[in-house]
């Protein structure tokens, strides 16, 4: 993805750094892992909570900030010799047209959870962004990704919270996406990419590693797949997908976790306190996951929960309720 976000057009390939589309590889290998897991748990195949497990948090938030700092590094090695505009406008066009895709594909899937504002829309917004940084002082650029880290820390304003703004990152409402990618604190990984790419070009031009090439057989594929890394990002998980349904159509499993007859209770619940189907449909899907992060999911399937806990389910979806009145 973040070779999509190039901005120029490509070196010629004996200037063309392989060992970044290696890296980039990887990024993408561990995505992969990510990704599966994440379909393991969404087709009940897996006890384990993959989008909501500290663990595979944290793994999650390691392979985006890897992938967003190489669309840093990538910038700085495509406009070494100046900016070709047309180029740039193309592979943004691209990578904001893919963006599109996977917001429109997601909202009919899983309108719930569809992705707004997922790693390819920050992707191509970045890119944007982060043109100025291209040409000032590495000092500046690295404060600038202090900031950009610590902002949500600190910015807490009434008019945030709106779900409209969500995609700044300084929205303290609960939120339900398979894939945020918020602006902040995320452009400050891009912009650490670039502070990176900066101050290590001098030194890697000229030098073996400048000259690596992949030989053996796995490392070109991975560098193939770093290379063309939009196209694989987008085919992956329809490719994942389906192969779950095959093998499901083969070998029935019996899901090992069940969230309808909960979600359908929740929903009937949120109708007759006056919302509408489209409101309480992510109301009750904040409310699985809020359950979940806090480890009172498995009571909740078992029917087990004391009664603090049932209070404090009753918190966690009065939190995830819009900001609008019910009628």
């Known amino acids: 993805m973040s070779e999509a976000a190039s901005s120029a057009a490509r070196p010629p390939s004996r200037s ?20 599966f897991a994440y379909d393991l748990a969404d087709f009940g195949l897996t006890d384990v909570d993959v989008p909501n497990e500290p663990g595979w948090r944290l793994f999650a938030r390691l392979i985006a900030g890897s992938f967003l700092t190489l669309v840093g590094v990538s910038l700085v090695l495509a406009t070494r010799k100046g900016l070709n505009r047309r180029a740039f406008l193309k592979r943004l066009a691209m990578v904001a047209g893919a963006a599109a895709v996977v917001t429109i594909a997601t909202f009919f899937a899983m309108r719930s959870s569809f992705i707004f504002f997922g790693i390819l829309h920050h992707v191509a917004l970045a890119s944007v962004l982060a043109l100025p940084f291209l040409r000032l002082p590495v000092l500046v650029v690295a404060a600038s990704a202090i900031i950009a880290f610590a902002l949500p820390r600190f910015v807490a304003y009434p008019l945030l919270d709106e779900p409209w703004l969500a995609w700044l990152g300084f929205s303290r409402a ?6 945020f990618v918020p602006v902040f604190p995320w452009f400050g990984c891009v912009l650490g990419g670039i502070v990176l790419a900066r101050l290590a070009l001098p030194w890697i031009e000229g030098s073996a590693l400048a000259g690596w090439r992949a030989k053996a057989l796995p490392a070109r594929l991975v560098v193939w797949g770093g290379r063309h890394s939009l196209l694989v990002y987008l085919v992956h998980q329809p490719v994942f997908i389906g192969l779950l349904m095959l093998a499901l159509q083969i070998m029935p499993m019996r899901p090992v976790a069940d969230e309808q007859p909960f979600m359908q209770a929740c929903q009937r619940s949120c109708a007759q306190g006056g919302f509408d189907r489209n409101e309480c449909e992510p109301l009750c899907a904040c409310t699985v996951d809020s359950l979940k992060r806090e480890s009172l999911w498995p009571k909740v399937r078992d029917n087990s929960l004391s009664e603090t806990e049932r209070t404090r389910m009753t918190e966690l979806a009065q939190a ?3 900001p609008s009145k019910p009628r």
């Open 174 to 179: 609960p939120l339900v996406s398979a894939d």
């Open 320 to 322: 995830c309720r819009p």
């Open 16 to 35: 063309r750094l392989e060992f970044v589309d290696l890296a980039r590889g990887f990024a993408l290998l561990a995505m992969f892992v990510f990704h």
